[in-house]
């Protein structure tokens, strides 16, 4: 059993600490029931990350919390939500409270003292007054040292066991290329496939900005603006864009000629720096590709050429007779 002195050791611990969802529930980052996972965690016990599951399946107790005098230390207190259409990838979905959608701990009780890791302040911090606290709750695993419960509530207990909740979504881009399927809710984790648009995939889980899914026995986690309902209209995706045709070519014979009558350099690229690929003779007939003429840095006109079975090199123009 787990004590109740070290629960609040622990979760005053973490007064302070910045809050995050889902956090990793450290001094780098905590939420409201990280901070349980933490408290369990140093004691070597485990609880489930998520605050209806702590009120269904870790409370041997719960009750609607209408005084101070129902809680003692160790016990935890919960924030009552009522479900929405959002919320029907969560497993509890439609359950009797309702969505019980924020967790405290109880670490003392005159004066009333509950931790939490808030997102008013962002960070772990206190509650001294239960105006805003719906229901209270005692952990199985925790010791009370014999202290009676409090008083018993009138609200139906929930089903223990009730069924997980499914939802059918719609892969949805406005861009209409297909979405990434993560192996985890996190952009850093690996892609496991990429589901086109239009694609009718099953809900199972909903954390923070992401989705567990699973389409065609493969399930990963999808970010949460890429799914919609199956009646939503698909976009066309965007069209291909045309390749830029190949220039035109266009070959004309020309002789190779100089005023002194030695050999024309022929080079890999229009530049008289690169490299030397040939020297070709005057009176030398080659073919000039009459669309692939440049001018280097020095103002030099070169013309591409091909010569035997050399294809693609440059001579000066000024050394090409047309015609």
């Not at 007064?15 to 933490?38: H, Q």
Request: charged fraction near 25%; hydrophobic fraction near 30%.
């Amino acid at each position: 059993m787990l004590s109740v002195s070290k629960l609040s050791a622990s979760a005053n611990e973490c007064m302070g600490w910045p809050y995050v969802s889902p956090g990793t529930n450290d001094r780098n980052g905590i939420d409201c029931s990280g901070l349980f996972v933490k408290m369990y965690r140093d004691q070597g016990a485990e609880i489930y990350h998520g605050s209806n599951t702590i009120f269904r399946e870790y409370c041997s107790e719960t009750g609607k919390l209408t005084s101070v005098n129902q809680l003692q230390p160790g016990m935890v207190v919960f924030k009552r939500k009522d479900w929405k259409d959002s919320d029907k990838g969560n497993r509890w979905y439609g359950k009797s409270p309702g969505n019980l959608s924020h967790i405290g701990y109880v670490d003392s009780v005159n004066p009333l003292r509950i931790i939490h890791a808030s997102t008013g302040p962002m960070c772990v911090t206190t509650d001294t007054k239960i105006d805003k606290w719906d229901y209270w709750g005692k952990l199985k695993d925790v010791d009370y040292g014999g202290s009676p419960s409090p008083d018993p509530s009138p609200d139906p207990s929930p089903d223990p066991d009730p069924e997980p909740i499914t939802v059918s979504k719609m892969v949805y881009a406005e861009n209409g290329k297909p979405v990434n399927l993560r192996y985890g809710p996190s952009l850093d984790k690996k892609i496991m496939d990429e589901i086109p648009v239009g694609e009718i995939v099953t809900l199972s889980q909903i954390k923070g900005g992401w989705s567990k899914v699973t389409w065609k026995k493969k399930t990963g986690w999808m970010m949460n603006a890429f799914l919609v309902d199956p009646d939503t209209p698909v976009p066309e995706p965007e069209p291909e864009p045309e390749p830029e045709p190949d220039p035109p070519i266009l070959i004309e014979d020309a002789t190779v000629w100089s005023d002194n009558g030695k050999p024309v350099k022929m080079r890999a690229s229009p530049s008289q720096d690169c490299k030397l690929y040939d020297d070709v003779p005057v009176g030398t007939v080659v073919a000039v590709d009459v669309y692939n003429a440049a001018t280097d840095a020095k103002g030099n006109q070169w013309s591409k050429v091909s010569y035997r079975n050399l294809k693609g090199w440059y001579i000066m123009t000024k050394f090409l007779s047309v015609g």
